[in-house]
């Protein structure tokens, strides 16, 4: 169990804490609750660019690593779809700093062309570092149109295009603060050895006087019901083929998320599983075999993705995929086999709770899912599941009209 | 209403706690190491041989047997021995650097009776199936074909060979060719030797409980054979070469750079000065490199630099991946930096901000205890005590800039460094 209290300003801003005595260190996690989702469709990579220009100087601070950095502290950000989310870990007799550094953000930006010119180059070198310039680096980027026609699921959080990156301007960049970054939409997470009390005087005292505003209802495009498989084949310079399986599948807060994922682990998480030991180990077809979700907070993907050896071909390794997703719908998985991924889930929530950043992260992202509870008791909706219900979710999602099929051929050299 | 444009009064770090590691020895003779975390309910232990590639005599050899432990035994197959830790929720895991080699066992403190039995099995039974051989070969030479695009991977592969000649036991590179080279009996006669005739330690962090103790002390009674001394081998550096040496990769939009010269360890005299001007030129995010070459030209999305040791050297290195456009710019401006840090001492500013940043970052290596075993981890395998963080933090607070551009001069000089792109320049 990891106790936390909770706390809300009169702005909106939402306040936990867990107190953590272990700890020589506190953790520090400000989440904003935007993410590529939010953007529209001709600017997108916004979210994530906005991100990099968090750490361009606010309007009383010029500089924001160097501070933080001053009193022995060190922080970093993420975005994803769904959120933005910036955290730090400090010394904890020198808090104060994270609130001064994390409040002052919050109430303004420095909006400094300079900052906007060269964070714009930075993530034009991360998006052909992570995503041009690596082998199958682009499978996302294509994916994602093809599984998503209206919902904004549809591009990546790095962007559709380096393009509306380098033309994204500087009322863009306000307009887009103005937008996301207030009280009312960020949720405050710290974890630990402070009091209560203190953490709440700090958060009054520096995040107290930025006006509230009130949160927008977000009214995002919902995705048409897929009614036939969708197919893309493309060439490129990799060397072994591939071939993508995205399926939709229920949102993380949905009951049967949890079966899909339990799903998803008996197909291909550790080395037992039934891809893992019936279609790598056993056969020579594949380089490489997985099945995962996305977990996303709305409606997300269930992805299959294999890499065939050398010479195989692609309709040979589909049959044995097919065989194998067939078998999970027609036949229940055994109490053992589900017990397995069980123990998975809870080793892994047990491990997600050894540190107090990620207390203080996994508090606040189940915070904006569902409740900080959920950091507790997600493992239990993962124990409620029933060899049942994995059939059940295999049946809705496993099946061809359900599914966009990204064929990734290598070029011929 | 508050002044936003004062910062809150900065406090000095004066004290800091280390979560020490405690050290059993068993009536076997073999060392238990352990950091206990009371608030969790996971255990992670880890088995650590002398069995890294500086010990073997052909490519790939120490990583194979490293890996192929996890792949059945005697008496079980591999997808038995898969089943039994994932029925339990389990990982395990094999990890193998040029030094050492080990298995890792992250699991729920409840499954330790049940699991260690099969730890043991694994690491004392071991037969190398020729099947398992065989898929190891096959998957590795596919992953191989992805590897070999990445052009991170490719400068990587290239810098030890360049630094240290080719025939140095830290020198290995990874070709495609010796996929076909490594047999069975190779991997047997290396196991035999690494694995059974030499010693091992054991690690164990997180809820390390008494019982957990006794289980781990009952399970390993006795040392797997006798240790016997181990092979001496060259340590001799052939050539080192600092001309610059490119590696093509066709359409390549990124070049991958690695700089790097042999340096000082952890013992010497002068390394906490380096420490300090290692960070202040690319060691965190508000260095001198990242400040110039991502956040004023923004020809990267990252760059740093770092003092690595392995047991019998050290190394500086600078590495990042920039716009294959870019690529001699970068160079420049990476000399640039160097050369500054040699001719201007450093400012108090710079110097008070990357002091604390070092011991609030000293601090953080021990929060929790799995990142305190690496702390203790560290210290074991360079046999260094606890007073060597003292020592460095009453060094780094003692730092001044004329000591800084002192080591600057001595050990990071550009003309010195070995150099691999892999990409275009």
């Known amino acids: 169990m990891v106790e936390f209290k909770e706390y809300q300003l009169s702005n909106g801003l939402r306040l936990i804490f867990n107190e953590d005595k272990t700890t020589p260190i506190v953790a520090f996690n400000l989440l904003y609750d935007v993410g590529s989702k939010d953007e529209h469709e001709n600017r997108t990579g916004f979210a994530h660019l906005f991100e990099h220009l968090m750490f361009g100087g606010s309007i009383n601070i010029p500089s924001f690593d160097g501070p933080l950095q001053t009193v022995g502290g060190e922080n970093n950000a993420f975005t994803s779809a769904d959120m933005t989310n910036y955290y730090m870990t400090v010394p904890k007799n020198n808090i104060e700093t994270a609130f001064w550094l994390e409040s002052d953000r919050m109430l303004s930006l420095a909006f400094s062309e300079k900052s906007l010119e060269v964070q714009r180059q930075v993530v034009i070198e991360e998006f052909a570092q992570m995503y041009l310039n690596q082998p199958y680096g682009d499978v996302y980027l294509l994916l994602r149109p093809l599984a998503y026609k209206k919902h904004p699921y549809r591009w990546a959080t790095i962007g559709k295009e380096i393009e509306h990156i380098e033309t994204a301007t500087m009322e863009e960049v306000k307009a887009f603060f103005k937008q996301h970054y207030f009280p009312g939409n960020a949720i405050l997470s710290i974890s630990g050895d402070l009091e209560f009390e203190e953490v709440k005087r700090l958060t009054e005292k520096w995040f107290g006087s930025i006006p509230s505003k009130k949160k927008e209802v977000r009214e995002l495009p919902q995705e048409p019901l897929q009614t036939e498989e969708r197919i893309m084949e493309v060439e490129r310079n990799v060397p072994l083929n591939a071939l993508y399986y995205a399926y939709h599948m229920p949102a993380r807060v949905d009951e049967d998320y949890y079966a899909a994922d339990l799903l998803s682990d008996v197909l291909s998480r550790g080395d037992s599983s039934r891809f893992n030991e019936r279609l790598l180990k056993r056969t020579s077809f594949f380089a490489e075999i997985n099945a995962y979700v996305t977990g996303d907070l709305e409606n997300g993907l269930f992805i299959v993705s294999a890499k065939l050896a050398d010479g195989v071909a692609y309709s040979a390794a589909e049959a044995l995929i097919e065989k194998e997703l067939q078998e999970i719908i027609e036949t229940q998985v055994s109490e053992e086999e589900l017990n397995k991924v069980k123990n998975k889930a809870e080793s892994t929530f047990e491990f997600g709770k050894t540190s107090a950043l990620n207390k203080a992260m996994g508090l606040a992202i189940c915070a904006l899912t569902k409740e900080p509870e959920l950091f507790n008791n997600e493992f239990q909706l993962y124990k409620k599941v029933k060899s049942s219900d994995i059939q059940r979710v295999a049946k809705t999602i496993l099946r061809k009209e359900n599914r966009s099929k990204l064929i990734y051929k290598a070029k011929k050299g | 209403m508050i002044d936003r444009s004062i910062a809150p009064k900065q406090n000095a ?198 019982e957990v103790l006794l289980a781990i002390e009952q399970v390993f009674d006795q040392t797997l054979h006798a240790p016997k001394n181990p092979d001496a081998f060259s340590e001799e550096i052939e050539n080192t070469s600092k001309e610059l040496s490119i590696i093509s990769l066709d359409g390549s939009i990124q070049s991958a750079i690695r700089l790097g010269a042999l340096t000082i360890n952890r013992k010497h005299a002068d390394f906490p000065a380096l420490f300090v001007a290692n960070t202040i030129l690319g060691g965190y995010f508000g260095s001198r490199l990242m400040s110039n070459i991502r956040e004023d030209k923004g020809y990267t999305y990252g760059i740093g630099s770092g003092v690595l040791h392995l047991n019998q050297l050290s190394y500086f290195i600078i590495s990042t991946e920039v716009g294959s456009e870019v690529t001699s710019s970068t160079l420049k401006e990476i000399e640039l930096e160097m050369n500054k840090l040699q001719a201007e001492p450093v400012l108090e500013e710079e110097l008070k901000l990357v002091k604390n940043y070092l011991l609030g970052n000293i601090m953080k290596g021990f929060d929790g205890s799995f990142s305190a075993m690496g702390r203790f981890k560290m210290l074991h395998h360079h046999d260094l005590g606890y007073d060597y963080y003292e020592n460095l933090i009453a060094e780094i607070k003692a730092m001044d800039a004329e000591k800084i551009q002192d080591v600057a001069k001595r050990y990071l000089d550009y003309s010195q460094l070995t150099k691999i792109i892999a990409g275009k320049l």
């Open chain 2, 13 to 210: 770090i004066e004290k800091i706690e280390f979560t020490k590691a405690q050290t059993h020895v068993f009536a076997s003779g073999i060392k238990c190491h352990s950091v206990v975390q009371e608030d969790c309910k996971v255990v992670k232990i880890e088995i650590e041989f002398d069995a890294g590639s500086k010990f073997q005599k052909k490519p790939l050899v120490a990583a194979m047997v490293n890996t192929l432990l996890l792949e059945g035994s005697a008496n079980y197959s591999a997808f038995e021995i898969a089943s039994f830790f994932d029925n339990e929720g389990a990982f395990l895991d094999s990890s193998c650097s040029a030094d050492k080699a080990s298995v890792v066992l992250h699991c729920l403190e409840r499954s330790i009776p049940k699991l260690l039995p099969y730890l043991k099995e694994l690491l004392t039974s071991v037969t190398f199936p020729k099947e398992e051989v065989a898929k190891y070969l096959e998957l590795s030479l596919q992953n191989l074909q992805v590897s070999q695009q990445k052009v991170d991977w490719v400068a990587r592969n290239e810098f030890m060979q360049a630094l240290l000649g080719k025939t140095h036991p830290y020198s290995w590179k990874i070709e495609k060719e010796q996929y076909n080279s490594v047999t069975r009996e190779d991997l047997i006669s290396f196991y035999e030797k690494q694995y059974t005739s030499s010693s091992f330690e054991i690690y164990a962090s997180g809820k390390v409980t008494n």
